[in-house]
Nanobody, 113 residues
Framework: QVQLVESGGGLVQPGGSLRLSCAAS????????RGWYRQAPGKQRELVAT?????TTNYTESVKGRFTISRENGAVYLQMNSLKPEDTAVYYC?????????WGQGTQVTVSS
């Protein structure tokens, strides 16, 4: 089964930046939307950002102006700037086609002094 693999998480101070990446281990046909979710301990999973095959982006209100989702060379990225402690979560990559969704294993982002 083809896998999605995230990378780029880590520990960063408030106000800092991280760039997450997500790539597939093989070819996935017909992906029409790619996105990032996050889940903090004890919290519900939250959709953070999406980008369609046409390049349309959407963001949850709490990250607008700070996060940017993009595509390049078949991978999807999440540039996270001005990070806040409340951004601390496991971030998951998600791709969708007409048949099913694909998920990565998650990458931990911790924002702390």
């Amino acid at each position: 089964q083809v896998q999605l693999v995230e990378s780029g998480g880590g520990l960063v101070q408030p106000g800092g930046s991280l760039r997450l990446s997500c790539a597939a281990s093989g070819i996935i046909f017909g992906i029409y939307v790619r996105g990032w979710y996050r889940q903090a301990p004890g919290k519900q999973r939250e959709l953070v950002a999406t980008i369609t095959i046409g390049g349309t982006t959407n963001y949850t209100e709490s990250v607008k102006g700070r996060f940017t989702i993009s595509r390049e060379n078949g991978a999807v990225y999440l540039q996270m700037n001005s990070l806040k402690p409340e951004d601390t979560a496991v971030y998951y990559c998600n791709w969708e086609n007409r048949v099913r969704s694909y998920w990565g294993q998650g990458t931990q982002v911790t924002v702390s002094s």
